[in-house]
């Protein structure tokens, strides 16, 4: 085995397989808009999702010239590589040793591409925790940063949204003054001790309407935050958001916490529609799921609530109690007709 040099360290070359599962997020108050160097415009807070996760193992051969390998479910994406060595080449600065081998990816998410769950931030986030696990073997540099956080800040730089799934429980990212310690570099978690008990055992059950490529990207839809007249109204009111929703998870207030979530969600799509050029990712079902979620909470009170992604499908959330049984099956009965497959990933949040 022939031995090689990075750094002041040796190892031997083809040595160095790590693996890494990071969660995929939901955010309640949304990120939309960034400013270079994925600067958040405001700051966004989520729940980290139990199941759906990316699953990946990185086999790293130092020494060798730098390229990248990668399969998604066992089969090559070459343009997924193309983006990812964008990705290594900017965080150079970060992981100095990181253009000095080739690197074969392999790796699969535990829930469907066609469900507009953000893989891209469970993807991110578990390539940014390999890199950590190779930066352990191959970094000169005296820790001073703690690794969990600094795999916020590479999976930043991927997919902003990224950074929050590196956490569990509810996750904040951008710098706020309701929460210490918040960053517009990295994601922190929101503390427990603030969190009313109610808040900690929920369901995300996400309706799959559209199964479909999305019409704009997300990427392309924070651009457009740059004209939109409404922008700086938005990301003041992000703000004043994280305020209302202090109050909300510690005094246990579940209405305020759903009229807030679904006023996020909305104001996401508003702002969509409000660009120039406008768009619009809803589809007639998602309208019609939220009109009978609507209804069903005036007929009976009982906590079921949405948000949306940048996307057509419907994240239906309620809390884990002895009304969910009831929730549930209203679910079954009366929404999964708008799905287009049938679809629905069923997920949790506990913490
Ligand atoms: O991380 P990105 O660039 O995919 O943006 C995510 C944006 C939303 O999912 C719509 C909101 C959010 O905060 O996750």
Redesign the pocket.
């Given at each position: 085995m022939t031995e090689k040099f990075l750094g002041n360290k040796s190892f031997r070359v083809a040595d160095h397989t790590v693996s890494a599962s990071c969660p995929s997020?939901i955010?309640l108050i949304?990120?939309?808009g960034k400013y270079p160097g994925q600067i958040p415009a405001n700051p966004?807070i989520?729940y980290t999702l139990n199941h759906c996760k990316t699953n990946t193992t990185m086999e790293f051969c130092a020494g060798k010239p730098f390229g990248i390998q990668i399969f998604l479910a066992g089969k090559e994406e070459v343009k997924f590589a193309e983006k990812m060595e964008q990705y290594f080449k900017n965080i150079e600065p970060f992981l100095p040793w990181i253009l000095q081998g080739n690197y074969t990816i392999h790796t699969e998410n535990t829930f469907p591409h066609s469900s507009g769950i953000?893989s891209?931030?469970s993807g991110f986030g578990a390539v940014a925790k390999c890199l950590m696990e190779l930066d352990e073997a191959f970094s000169d540099d005296v820790r001073t940063q703690d690794p969990v956080q600094k795999a916020s800040f590479l999976a930043r730089l991927g997919?902003?949204?990224?950074c929050r799934s590196l956490y569990d429980g509810l996750v904040v990212w951008g710098e706020t003054r309701e929460v210490a310690g918040s960053s517009d570099l990295y994601a922190v978690r929101y503390p427990d001790s603030e969190i009313h008990e109610d808040f900690k055992n929920f369901n995300d059950w996400v309706l799959l309407i559209h199964e479909g490529e999305k019409s704009v990207s997300?990427?392309a839809g924070?651009g457009l935050m740059k004209t939109n007249p409404y922008a700086e109204r938005r990301f003041q009111e992000a703000h004043e958001n994280f305020a209302v929703i202090r109050q909300i998870l510690k005094s246990g207030d579940m209405d305020g916490f759903m009229k807030l979530v679904e006023h996020e969600a909305l104001t996401?799509h508003a702002m969509m529609m409000m660009s120039d050029p406008a768009f619009i990712l809803m589809k007639s079902g998602t309208l019609q799921v939220i009109q009978k979620i609507w209804d069903f909470r005036k007929e009976t009170g009982l906590s079921l609530f949405f948000t949306l992604?940048?996307g057509a499908n419907v994240h239906l959330l309620f809390p884990e109690n002895e009304h969910s049984d009831e929730i549930k099956s209203f679910i079954n009965a009366n929404l999964m007709q708008h799905t287009q497959n049938k679809g629905m990933v069923k997920d949790v949040m506990n913490f």
């Open positions: 997020n955010a949304k990120y939309w966004s989520s953000a891209s931030a997919s902003g949204s990224a997300s990427t924070h996401l992604d940048a």
